[in-house]
């Protein structure tokens, strides 16, 4: 038998790194703090585009629901709900979908939507034929 030698040790050949393989709920968590601070810098508050009523939301980042960070799609595109409050007092659920790069961190934000205000559901989530979808209160 051959005894390993102390010393360096050889490199090993990189393979390309799958996304999914990368992939993990606190890489995703952290992207996305990164992000909320990198926006808030360029203009002092985090601000996001109510689809509903139309108004730009200022938000400050209050807690990112950990136990809900899940990937939705095999390449590691991931869903974050995260909790903010409003620059005018209201507490606003915020859902995130994420694309990462290959090495698991935030790509790319696809989409953010304002889910509730002040624990007031706009829709909901329903697990159907293996995905989940959307669905409209009414």
Not at 13 to 22: E, L, M, S
Request: charged residues 40%; positive net charge.
């Amino acid at each position: 038998k051959a005894k390993a030698k102390a010393g360096k040790a050889k490199p090993k050949a990189k393979k390309k790194a799958d996304k999914g393989a990368q992939w993990s709920p606190e890489k995703v968590e952290k992207s996305l703090i990164e992000f909320v601070k990198t926006e808030k810098a360029k203009g002092g508050m985090f601000t996001v585009n109510d689809d509903v009523t139309k108004l730009d939301r200022k938000l400050e980042l209050e807690k990112i629901h950990s136990d809900k960070i899940v990937r939705i799609e095999e390449n590691g595109r991931s869903f974050v709900c995260a909790d903010f409050k409003d620059s005018n007092g209201e507490k606003v659920d915020v859902d995130f979908f994420i694309s990462p790069t290959e090495t698991g961190e935030l790509k790319n934000i696809d989409k953010i939507r304002v889910h509730k205000i002040n624990g007031l559901a706009r829709y909901d989530w329903e697990f159907k034929n293996g995905q989940w979808v959307e669905v409209v209160k009414k």
